[in-house]
């Protein structure tokens, strides 16, 4: 079992920033992929980004260029900088881990934009 934990989430004004961690209960390695994935109200759940284990990132269009996602295998976390947040933006926020075949996920965190 993995456990996955995020934090750094809240409320921000459009045009914002914020970071968000997840932090893995077992040591991460090139093997295993990371990503995020999200769910705005009344929307179904979405890939934001993922990275390879060996650290290549690939964004959703709809993030591209506004988000950063990076990890750090020795601390055994990733992260994803949003920049340029917008409302749309506003959804509860998951971090996944593929560890031995199979997928893991966090209990999600809440990413609200407004003014």
């Known amino acids: 079992q993995v456990q996955l934990v995020e934090s750094g989430g809240g409320l921000v004004q459009p045009g914002g920033s914020l970071r968000l961690s997840c932090a893995a209960s077992?040591?991460?390695?090139?093997?295993?992929?990371m990503g995020w994935y999200r769910q705005g109200p009344g929307k179904e759940r979405e890939l934001v980004a993922v990275?390879?284990?060996?650290?290549?990132?690939s964004y959703a269009a709809s993030v591209k260029g506004r988000f950063l996602l990076s990890r750090n295998n020795a601390q055994n976390k990733v992260y994803l900088q949003m920049n340029s947040l917008k409302a749309e933006d506003t959804a509860r926020y998951y971090c996944?881990?593929?560890?031995?075949?199979?997928?893991?996920w966090g209990q999600g965190i809440e990413v609200h934009v407004s003014s």
């Open positions: 077992r040591s991460m390695f090139s093997r295993n992929s």
């Open positions: 996944m881990g593929h560890f031995d075949e199979n997928d893991y």
């Open positions: 990275i390879s284990g060996r650290g290549v990132p």
